[in-house]
């Protein structure tokens, strides 16, 4: 026997919290099937109860845990994922193709892809990311320019007005960035404030943008967002990724590669 709707928003409102406390974690796609009603609407009950503190939302559902990335230094970052990373910069390195410019932003995941670039025509690197510049500066057949800025020691990266001051006067065939969080609502986003306006720099800078982003950061978000998902072309990500959720991604318009 098909269920009636729970046309009742404080009903609703009560079950989502009831469910949430006894498993800590519900789907949209659940809550759609138990209670009879359009996704529009469970999104929207799921963004009420989201603004009065009583849950937060991720992807694709809710839960009682809180989603949003803290910011870790990067030599915490460096030893987390390191295969995965790896698999991730060998796929992306087929996306330069005939590019003679490209911009490599800062982070554990686009430095190993500074570790794979071997080209064999002349490849201008924009990066602000200094471990980047040092990886490239003495290799056959590449120029780096680096940004320049204040440097912040968490991520070994320049921010700040001079380097997004260079960013207005380039122009470049593809950029690879990396992410902390990725949620389909709240788009691409990073743990430090200071370095998304330069994220937000170097997507205008580029004519295609590369995330390179290991499968943990689904459903996740840092407290800087860069861009919503429309706004970027690729995601090269690992095989933890679930086909749910590259469904999703592909259907806002971006390309996901899995390495």
Not at 234 to 241: K, L, Q
Request: net charge neutral; with cysteine.
């Amino acid at each position: 026997m098909k269920k009636k709707p729970v046309k009742n928003i404080a009903v609703r409102h009560e079950l989502i919290l009831k469910k949430l406390q006894n498993i800590g974690r519900i789907s949209i796609d659940e809550l759609i099937e138990e209670m009879q009603v359009s996704g529009v609407t469970i999104r929207k009950d799921l963004k009420l109860l989201e603004e009065k503190n009583l849950l937060f939302r991720t992807w694709g559902g809710a839960s009682l845990t809180n989603p949003y990335k803290i910011e870790k230094p990067i030599q915490e970052k460096e030893l987390l994922k390191v295969k995965e990373k790896q698999q991730i910069a060998r796929a992306a390195l087929n996306l330069i193709g005939e590019n003679d410019s490209i911009i490599i932003g800062s982070g554990t995941t686009v430095f190993e892809l500074a570790r794979c670039i071997q080209p064999q025509q002349r490849l201008t690197v924009i990066t602000p990311a200094l471990r980047v510049g040092l990886e490239l500066c003495n290799k056959p057949n590449v120029d780096v320019l680096l940004l320049g800025g204040m440097v912040r020691p968490s991520s070994s990266s320049a921010t700040g007005l001079f380097a997004e001051k260079i960013l207005d006067e380039i122009s470049s065939g593809i950029l690879f960035l990396g992410v902390d969080g990725i949620d389909m609502d709240f788009g691409f986003s990073i743990t430090n404030l200071e370095e998304t306006s330069l994220g937000q720099k170097m997507i205008q800078a580029s004519q295609i943008t590369v995330i390179m982003a290991d499968s943990s950061k689904f459903g996740q978000r840092g407290l800087g967002r860069i861009c919503p998902l429309d706004h970027v072309q690729y995601i090269v990500t690992d095989s933890g990724v679930s086909s749910e959720i590259v469904e999703k991604v592909e259907e806002a318009g971006v390309k996901v590669i899995i390495a």
